[in-house]
Nanobody, 120 residues
Framework: VQLQASGGGLVQAGGSLRLACAVS????????MAWFRQAPGKEREFVAA????????YYGDSVKGRFTISRDIPKNTVYLQMNSLKPEDTAVYYC??????????????WGQGTQVTVSS
């Protein structure tokens, strides 16, 4: 399965971005999907996950109430809507496919990452 992330960029604090991750090569609904992020010098951090059906979602504590994960099954795409962005949200964001969970070990397939930079 191949994952292609897009939508990153430079935004001011308080602004919004929407990331997208297009999935190809396997049946999209076979996988739970997630977003992780990694800032320079830091560990990869869980951001959000959505179940295969889209009915269950999980969020990291630092993004609860600001970010929303969703999936469009006909489009084979998972989204991360990011609102009220803060400078500490600056990182490379990765989409991942696998079993539903909140650690990187549940996810066997990874996209290439997209840079999000939030200026103060």
């Amino acid at each position: 399965v191949q994952l292609q992330a897009s939508g990153g960029g430079l935004v001011q604090a308080g602004g919004s971005l929407r990331l997208a991750c297009a999935v190809s090569g396997r049946t999209f609904s076979d996988y739970a999907m997630a977003w992780f992020r990694q800032a320079p010098g830091k560990e990869r951090e869980f951001v959000a996950a959505v179940s295969r059906s889209g009915s269950t979602t999980y969020y990291g504590d630092s993004v609860k109430g600001r970010f929303t994960i969703s999936r469009d099954i006909p489009k084979n795409t998972v989204y991360l809507q990011m609102n009220s962005l803060k400078p500490e949200d600056t990182a490379v964001y990765y989409c991942a496919a696998g079993r539903l969970g909140v650690t990187k070990y549940e996810y066997s397939h990874w996209g290439q990452g997209t840079q999000v930079t939030v200026s103060s």
